[in-house]
């Protein structure tokens, strides 16, 4: 007879096949039996976090960071439901999580049993996909499926919710080789006779430009944007989730676009005549108001792995559905095989255009102030990490300079949550970034409020030796609340205040780590390089920045993309 | 407008609601719903009547095939397709209204299933507007219950929906 194993065992078994080194979780009653198999073998580490919050950013830090899977384990209830923040904030964003939740066992679901929650029901519109496991036979294909389902196609998390009598069954070990859904199948190749179209309305643009998302990035397409880019010499912005996909610091790329993106980027993107938008979904916060968009007449290329996010939000006249990178390797290839070539002369005059625009410098500062800037912080940031380090952020101003200010060159560097805008998001996926990066610095830029959404992660830093760098810049306010509060609230600062904000050095020195406290702008630089020099030491910096600084340009809610608040 | 958007999806326990919930998450109308397992027991058949712009609709057969357990989507009304929907009418049947009452239903081809001295319940099946014609034809005060299935629908001729 072949040999059984319990769920349990079997849960582990197949986080072994998927090849998953670590697993960011925090136990309780209804995982008991998956901690204990946990506990006898060592392929699958765990992590243990403070909170399930923490547990899958963590998770999703460490799959924005390196192209896998991120795995957390929650118990039942308040497990759960703590880690939906965790959950929504990767699903917005269209990261790959495999979520494994305890639940009460089968018996006891729907009677109110302690610690039950309708753990599917609650994620249902938070997950790309998600099963309650009933049976102990399904398990193994059930995790199969969901790591499946989590990386393919558009990514996104999926959670598999596990009684607690299923963990302790035990059946026969069979791990699926592959799987095959019928109701489930993908696209990558694009179809190619829409990249002919699209190549015929690349070829006569006259004002073309090349708008990026975060499906460049999650679909490993940095390079062949690049190619595209430089092949063709049109300008090139990155959302705030495509920041990396095209390097930064090349004279094509004009920057961020959008709320809080560059007056050349927005520009551009308002009066270009031919829009090539790849792997975006023209978000809200990109466009601003859709109608005042259509105001200039336009015509878009629009390539996504989503059908659903096509015409979604704006009338687009040439879709391509498929993986960005599949497409554009085509996209590329018949563009090579053609013997026309762009109008030069109707781009040269269109980049000087653009570079009118750009000599408006609109992120300038007062780089001579007495107090701390923010930008200037971000901006030394870039030069003694050399703009190699992996930055994640929380959510407010300090978000945006970093996004404005630390040229990412390359993919996957940049960690933010721009989809649900998560405080506390970036001290948790600094960790999960981390543990994908071992020896790489990792900073983790946030702000004095959102920073205390998940300190206490700091315990957890401690645990495994994470040498994370926080550069807090501190504005004593909910400086982004503060900012609308200015200029559509008439000043009145309504609960955005600080107060009574903890020693940040005493408390960082408190769980066995470097604490710094900066308030001159001379000491920004060599207080960055000794911190960097701590290369086995979590260093908190309490930068003591500029209280009323706000992030310019902007675009007012409502108001179109050319309609910006500048410095 | 009105669409009829008919799905193929596997017949597993939470299907249903997440197709509920897509239409109440993404604030889509929904008219009516219906589903039961088709003639391969893995798969269940829904109907779904929506109205909203055609962009909506766009969007909502997009997010309906985005659902993993869905398998085929198909928006009827792009095509030549038939729509039945079916009624149970309990109606209060006393004196002359019993004869009026038989006669309306002969009228509309329904069937009386149930009768006691002082009621008559009539099966009855058509589209939409022809179960709303009966209601409007028989005396209000005389309905006593009334409860409908949902438009179901199938493509004319050769349109099929199957796996
Ligand atoms: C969990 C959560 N709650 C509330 C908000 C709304 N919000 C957006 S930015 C912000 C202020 C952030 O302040 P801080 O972290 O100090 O950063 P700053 O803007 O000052 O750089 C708030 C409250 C949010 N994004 N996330």
Known sequence: METELTGAEITVRCLQKEGVDYIFGYPGGAVLFIYDELFKQDKVRHVLVRHEQAAVHAADGYARSSNKVGVALVTSGPGVTNAVTGIATAYMDSIPLVVISGQVPTHAIGLDAFQEVDTVGITRPCVKHNFLVKEIGELAATIKKAFYIASTGRPGPVLVDIPKDVSQQTTVFRYPESVAMRSYNPVTKGHSGQIKKAVQLILGAKRPMIYAGGGVILSDAAPQLTELVQMLGFPCTNTLMGLGGYPATDPRFVGMLGMHGTYEANMAMQHCDVLVAIGARFDDRVIGNPKHFFNEERRIIHIDIDPSSISKRVKVDVPIVGSVSDVLVELIKQLKSRKETVDQAALDAWWAQIESWRSRDCLKYDREAPVIKPQMVIEKLYKVTGGNAFITSDVGQHQMWAAQFYKFDKPRRWINSGGLGTMGFGLPAAMGVQFANPGSPVACVTGEASIQMCIQELSTCKQYNLPIKIINLNNRYMGMVRQWQEFFHGNRYAESYMDALPDFVRLAESYGHVGMKIQQPGDVEDALREAFGLKDKLVFMDFVTDQTENVFPMVPGGKGLSEMILV | ?163
């Open chain 2, 1 to 163: 407008m009105r669409h009829i958007i008919s799905l193929l999806m596997e017949n597993e326990a939470g299907a249903l609601s997440r197709v509920a919930g897509l239409f109440s998450s993404r604030a889509y109308n929904i008219e009516s719903l219906t589903v039961a397992p088709t003639e391969d027991p893995t798969l269940s058949r829904m109907t779904v009547v929506t109205t909203g712009s055609d962009d909506v609709v766009e969007q909502i057969t997009k997010q309906l095939n985005k659902l993993i357990e869905v398998v085929k989507v198909v928006d009827l009304s792009e095509g030549d397709h038939i729509e039945r929907e079916m009624m149970l009418i309990k109606l209060r049947a006393v004196g002359e209204d019993r004869q009026e009452i038989k006669r309306m239903a002969d009228i509309f081809r329904g069937r009386i299933i149930d009768v006691t001295d002082k009621s008559y319940t009539i099966e009855l099946t058509g589209t939409g507007s022809k179960l709303d014609a009966f209601l409007d034809g028989v005396n209000r005060s005389a309905i006593l219950e009334t409860v409908r299935t949902g438009a179901s629908g199938i493509g004319r001729g050769e349109r099929i929906l199957k796996v």
